[in-house]
């Protein structure tokens, strides 16, 4: 849990808010590919509607899905700035 100290400021109340739910971290990428250069990927799907409806749609960061049968079929969150990303499984 060392590296969520270097995690991105707008990703931060999003990982704050999974872990309140009870959502727990699988594990912590770093780096994530050539791309991204820190992910926290979590046990259970992010419960994107929740997040919004409480905090509305977080700024400086983009929705993103992968449905490729190569890779985790993820979904999560991916900081414009910094391009450090959070995921879960797709449902």
């Known amino acids: 849990m060392e590296d969520l100290k ?9 990982v704050d808010y999974e872990l309140h739910r009870g959502n727990e971290i699988e594990r912590i990428d770093r780096p994530a590919g050539t791309k991204c250069p820190l992910a926290v990927v979590f046990k259970k799907p992010l419960d994107f509607k929740g ?9 400086g960061v983009d929705k993103w899905e992968c449905r490729d049968q190569h890779y985790a079929l993820e979904s999560g969150y991916v900081c414009e700035k910094t391009r450090q990303g959070i995921a879960g499984p797709i449902r």
């Open 6 to 14: 270097y995690l991105s400021s707008s990703l931060k109340p999003i």
């Open 51 to 59: 997040y919004e409806s409480q905090h509305g749609k977080p700024k």
